[in-house]
T-cell receptor
Framework: GQQLNQSPQSMFIQEGEDVSMNCTSS?????WLWYKQEPGEGPVLLIA?????ELTSNGRLTAQFGITRKDSFLNISASIPSDVGIYFC????????????FGAGTILRVKS | GAVVSQHPSWVICKSGTSVKIECRSL??????MFWYRQFPKQSLMLMAT?????????EQGVEKDKFLINHASLTLSTLTVTSAHPEDSSFYIC?????????????FGPGTRLTVT
């Protein structure tokens, strides 16, 4: 089905480095969400963005809702080993109503 | 807050049998729940939207007679995989909308690993 374009597909970084990932869409969304999924678990909501241009932080995580409402990015500062997992962006409240449209995910590996 | 549970966390069944998976919102009421399946190293694929007190809405290509959904209360939705086959083996995840937070973001359960032998 419909997916957002999420990049990069995977990252293998050194502990302490900053991480950046982003999602783009051809459709407009009114809400952008970032989730983290660890092996064998369900996704956990990290940040929810509601307004175009909004910049929101959650600890070492910062996410922004693009002005065009067609993109979003997530930054993780000073990565640590427990940041390992798959990060998914999701758009909500666009032409697909209350359904979430997911990106393909960014696999993050951290070497300590 | 916004906790969603699933039961069982994993199940192994024989081909041809049926399996029921429960999804519960523990600290909020959810008029809408969603069922996803996820294959290894892939994103989540929406199977159906479960609406309390009414029929579920299935995504294109998902067989409603094979994946039975019942949303009988504001805190419980069930997914029954009928006449399971090995190709139904997957990770099934539910989510629930918490209308008391933000714009009703979806919170996910921990998932159920189904293996059909």
């Amino acid at each position: 089905g419909q997916q957002l374009n999420q990049s990069p597909q995977s990252m293998f970084i050194q502990e302490g480095e900053d991480v950046s990932m982003n999602c783009t869409s051809s459709s407009i969304f009114n809400t952008w969400l970032w989730y983290k999924q660890e092996p064998g678990e369900g996704p956990v909501l990290l940040i929810a963005l509601y307004k175009a241009g909004e910049l929101t932080s959650n600890g070492r995580l910062t996410a922004q809702f693009g002005i065009t409402r067609k993109d979003s990015f997530l930054n993780i500062s000073a990565s640590i080993p427990s940041d390992v997992g798959i990060y998914f962006c999701a758009g909500q409240w666009g032409e697909y109503g209350n359904k979430l449209v997911f990106g393909a995910g960014t696999i993050l590996r951290v070497k300590s | 807050g916004a906790v969603v549970s699933q039961h069982p966390s994993w199940v192994i069944c024989k081909s041809g049998t049926s399996v029921k998976i429960e999804c519960r919102s523990l600290d909020f009421q959810a008029t809408t729940m969603f069922w996803y399946r996820q294959f290894p190293k892939q994103s989540l694929m929406l199977m159906a939207t479960s609406n309390e007190g009414s029929k579920a809405t299935y995504e294109q290509g998902v067989e409603k007679d094979k994946f039975l959904i019942n949303h009988a209360s504001l805190t419980l939705s069930t997914l029954t995989v009928t006449s399971a086959h090995p190709e139904d083996s997957s990770f099934y995840i539910c989510s629930a909308r918490d209308l008391g937070r933000g714009l009703g973001e979806q919170y996910f359960g921990p998932g159920t690993r189904l293996t059909v032998t």
